[in-house]
């Protein structure tokens, strides 16, 4: 080799997102905890030498699939509350979107890593309190376009509240109709 070369490694045969987002679905269905480094290769079809050549550690690809997950998530939400609707309009259909996901027993990922790692973890403590605060951030910008509203940050703490609870009791139920019911009750409230 000359001087001026750099040796490259092989380049990756995978595709990075697709491998994340297997990841993303056995740490959802598992947990962090009870997810071992085989079901992450079983998962992802990686080696462990390519999966940790790619990600590091198990804890940094974690931290690595939260942050894609609140991405896509406050992506989802930004396009419902962003939309040329009116804002209570745009907060129902947000609503609706939640209670017709909750149901099915994962949880919200990002809820169920906050109570399972935290508090202890700083990393993905700042990752949860990232998703929490862009969260109501959104809310917020919607609650502060509708006129009777209450304060945006009472307002958006009030339905960030009720969508977790929305998750939790998700878990449990089959039919959306009542977290659709309350989603209906919560828009009620705010007007």
């Known amino acids: 080799m000359t001087t001026g070369q750099v040796k490259v490694g092989r380049p990756r ?44 550690d198990k804890h940094s690809l974690f931290a690595t699939v939260l942050r894609r997950y609140v991405d896509q998530r406050v992506a989802l939400m930004a396009a419902d509350l962003g939309s040329s609707r009116s804002p209570a309009k745009a907060l129902l259909s947000y609503l609706r979107r939640q209670a017709a996901e909750a149901v099915g027993g994962r949880g919200c990922l990002s809820a169920n890593v906050a109570l399972e790692l935290l508090p202890g973890d700083d990393e993905i403590g700042e990752i949860v309190a990232r998703h929490q605060q862009l969260t109501r951030d959104l809310i917020a910008g919607a609650l502060d376009r509708m006129p009777k509203a209450p304060p945006s940050e009472v307002g958006a703490r009030f339905v960030f509240a009720v969508v977790e609870g929305m998750w939790q009791q998700g878990r449990t139920l089959t039919d959306p109709a009542p977290l659709l019911a309350a989603a209906e009750l919560t828009l009620r409230a705010l007007r």
């Open 13 to 56: 045969e995978f595709d990075e997102g697709e491998a994340l987002d297997a990841a993303m679905a056995v740490f959802w269905a598992k947990g962090y905890h009870a997810t071992s480094l085989a079901d992450l290769m079983a998962a992802t079809g990686l080696a462990k030498a390519s999966l940790y050549g790619a990600f590091g």
